[in-house]
């Protein structure tokens, strides 16, 4: 296990689709994190699981947004009706539940709607 | 909600000097993480700092707290062109019913450092 993995890379898609994006977090690590980041930002959390359990949702998550994380281990964020401002890059983070150290984040999937 | 905001917001420097970034927040914090992250990339966390400490020294890296004035730096010595990505600061606030959410780090907009070789 050599981290947190997430695919796709990228992903283009056109305005109205749907996508699905995964996320393989650290076999360890409890928590797991789904962050937004636009050019010149800071991530932005959109919802963050303990285990199997969505603890937080941030308010910026329309309804078209959806995460889970069915048995604790991979979690995926899914978007209905992509629009435009939904382009950014997608990043998943993982940490142990302990939180003594800093999370461990994948490279990213980074999503253009068309 | 952005937290952190990190000075400057774009830093240029020969290789070799020294780098400085700071990062100021707002609320009462556990900790302050450091990350790194190279254009196009996910994030690498570089060091974090607990609120009752007030330095800490990872390699080249050297992180100062001030809880009194809410602030942290950054100093990245004998810098590398290799250190050229953007720096972020993010803050793991202590329970408080007035945050959005007590399970997030907080994160600042970030350095961008270029390291001129």
């Known amino acids: 296990d050599t981290g947190v993995s997430q695919d796709p890379r990228h992903k283009i898609t056109k305005r109205g689709q749907n996508v699905t994006f995964r996320c393989d977090p650290i076999s360890e690590h409890n928590r797991l994190y789904w962050y937004r980041q636009t050019l010149g930002q800071g991530p932005e959390f959109l919802t963050y699981?303990?285990?199997?359990?969505?603890?937080?949702k941030s308010r910026l998550l329309s309804d078209r947004f959806s995460a889970e994380r069915p048995k604790g281990s991979f979690s995926t964020l899914e978007i209905q009706r992509t629009e435009q401002g939904d382009s950014a890059m997608y990043l998943c983070a993982s940490m142990r539940a302990e939180g003594t150290g800093g999370y461990t984040f994948g490279s990213g999937t980074r999503l253009t709607v068309v | 909600s952005q937290q952190g905001e990190e000075d400057p917001q774009a830093l240029s420097i020969q290789e070799g000097e020294n780098a400085t970034m700071n990062c100021s927040y707002k609320t009462s914090i556990n900790n302050l993480q450091w990350y790194r992250q190279n254009s196009g990339r996910g994030l690498v966390h570089l060091i974090l700092?607990?609120?009752n400490e007030r330095e800490k020294h990872s390699g080249r890296l050297r992180v100062t707290l001030d809880t009194s004035k809410k602030s942290s730096s950054l100093l990245i010595t004998a810098s590398r062109a290799a250190d050229t990505a953007s720096y972020f600061c993010a803050t793991d606030a202590a329970l408080n019913p007035s945050m959005d959410s007590n399970y997030q780090l907080i994160w600042g907009a970030g350095t961008k450092l270029i390291i001129k070789p």
């Open positions: 700092i607990r609120s």
């Open positions: 699981f303990q285990n199997e359990a969505q603890l937080e």
